[in-house]
């Protein structure tokens, strides 16, 4: 995939603790550098910081040491507002990130809060709605939706907003295998269209495997951060894509298979060769 | 909980639910304050019929509207007793030291029950067939003026929706938490009046907690989508003024009118 060399998303020796009276740190001197278009899955054990790194991206806690820099702009308490018109967060817990009583009225939130016309507003909403299929739900109480009608609507709310870096922080885990496929393709589209970069936190290795890069966290650091082929292939408490295990097995079997990760296309390509 | 009438909506189609909620706040406001211009039967028996005639337009049976004064009789009751051992006037019929029962003491108690039912029941019917979010709407549009003054209309309203937003969620969580607490071997509705404040607090903490919780979120993730109470927003949701809310407040105009006439008629015939 061809990228762009802008670099949207600099964090540079970033460190974070909730608790200031204990020397633990949540994150410990943190550095990615983000290129937009880019996407990114981060991957990790829970517990390992991906949610508190994603808030501090988003500005919603401040980082004790180090800096975050979206799109050439650092982030402080003045320009936070302006960077989040740049980014678009959907949370873990679909429970609470609602603030609309209906559907619709929560997907134009955002655009609310940015002064959209309302005309401009009407047609996002139709789109936001149909680009994550619930448009017959457009009306309803969100609070009485299921877990992964929930997420496709927090999903929508930040699309409709239009922003250039989509963070998902594990805001797929509830759909179930269909919708996140189509959601999935949805956002790969999205991101060819318009340049937008997404990080995405993420327990499932299919869906981090599709992504440019991924990036392994444990324990507040990084402690892995590349291309997929080489992250499943040194990580042995990753548990690899299907592909990868199937590659895996059939060379303990004996199997002339490559000796390399091959993604599912790959795998595809040389079983029916 | 499932009681309370009060303040619950009642979805549906008729006439009174499609009116803008607007014209229904001002034409409800506007009935309340006529109440006080009856000072007649006839003028109390004309509100009455119209009372009926609105409770009959909402669709919703009348049991429900019971049901809404049920919870405030006492109240009204008190009131009412109030009225009528303190009015004098009139042929006396009892008296003992300073409190009297006199004639003209026992119809203002009459009046004053009726000017109380008539006022729930019209609360109710304005609560029955508007959506929350509407009348939160409505709200807004009437308290706008107060722009002018600085007062924080939008906060105001926002700050409307996101309670109503937590009610349904804080009663299932309250019915979440009972469940736990049963299935820990806990019976509610049981034992002493301070046997059960007891039960209550394993209850009210967690709900509490829970709540604070929710907060905490809602208020992230109105962040990060760009809530500034500061700056100017737009609305997603409109309100269209229609015929029929110009026929609600011209309908409110006429019954103030045909009022100030019997009062004027009869005002020296009163009682
Ligand atoms: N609000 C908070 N106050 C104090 N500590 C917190 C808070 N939120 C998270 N933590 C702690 O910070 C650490 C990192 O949490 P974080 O939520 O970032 O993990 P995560 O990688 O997102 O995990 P998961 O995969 O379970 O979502 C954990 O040890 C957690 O207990
Ligand atoms: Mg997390």
Known sequence: MLV?????????????RYDLRKDDHTLSAISISIKQGEWVAIVGGNGSGKSTLVRLLAGLLKAERGTITIDGVRLNDETK???????????????????????????????????????????????????????????????????????????????????????????????????????????????????????SVTHDMNEAALADRIIVMDNGTII???????????????????????????????????????TEDEMVDWLCR | MNKLILGRYFPGESWLHQIDPRAKLVAAISFIAILFIAVNWQGYLLLGLFTIFVMRLSGISFKMYIRGVRPLIWLILFTVSLQVLFTAGGTVYVNWGPITIS??????????????????????????????????????????????????????????TIALRFIPNLLDETQKIMDAQRARGTTFGEGS???????????????????????????????????????????????????????????????????????????????
Request: proline fraction near 5%; aromatic fraction near 8%; glycine fraction near 4%.
């Open chain 1, 224 to 262: 892995q951060d590349g291309i997929p082929e080489q992250i499943f292939i040194n990580n042995d408490q990753l548990s690899p894509p299907f592909a990868e295990q199937l590659r895996r097995k059939l060379a303990e079997k004996g199997s002339a298979v490559p000796q390399s990760y091959m």
């Open chain 2, 193 to 271: 009046l301070v046997e059960q404040m007891k039960k209550l607090a394993p209850i009210i903490m967690p709900l509490f907690v829970s709540s604070l919780k929710r907060a905490e979120d809602m208020a992230d993730v109105m962040e990060v989508r760009g809530y500034q109470s500061s700056k100017p927003r737009s609305s997603f949701r409109k309100l269209a003024w229609k015929k029929r809310d110009t026929v609600a407040i011209v309908t409110m105009v006429v019954l103030t009118a045909v009022l100030v006439l019997l009062r004027e008629l009869g005002a020296y015939s009163i009682y």
């Open chain 2, 103 to 160: 004639e003209y003491g026992l119809i203002n108690g009459v009046f004053i029950f009726c000017r109380f039912v008539m006022i729930i029941f019209i609360s109710t019917v304005v609560t029955l067939t508007t959506k929350p979010i509407d009348l939160t709407d409505g709200i807004n549009a009437l308290l706008s003026p107060l722009r002018l003054i600085k007062v924080p209309v939008d906060d105001i309203s926002l700050m409307l």
């Open chain 1, 4 to 16: 762009a060399e802008k670099t949207i998303v600099e964090v540079d020796n970033l460190t974070f």
């Open chain 1, 81 to 199: 507002w302006d960077i989040r018109k740049k980014i678009g967060l959907v949370f873990q817990n679909p429970e609470n990130q609602f603030i609309g009583t209906t559907v619709q009225d929560d997907i134009a939130f955002g655009l609310e809060n940015n002064n959209i016309s309302y005309d401009e507003m009407k047609q996002t909403v139709d789109e936001a709605l149909k680009l994550v299929g619930m448009d017959s739900y457009r009306n309803q109480d969100p609070s009485r939706l299921s877990g992964g009608q929930k997420q496709r609507v927090a999903i929508a709310g930040i699309l409709a907003f239009k922003p250039n870096v989509i963070m998902l922080d594990e805001a797929l885990v509830m759909l179930d295998p269909r919708s996140r496929i189509q959601l999935l393709s949805t956002l790969k589209k999205l991101r060819e269209q318009n340049d937008i970069t997404i990080i």
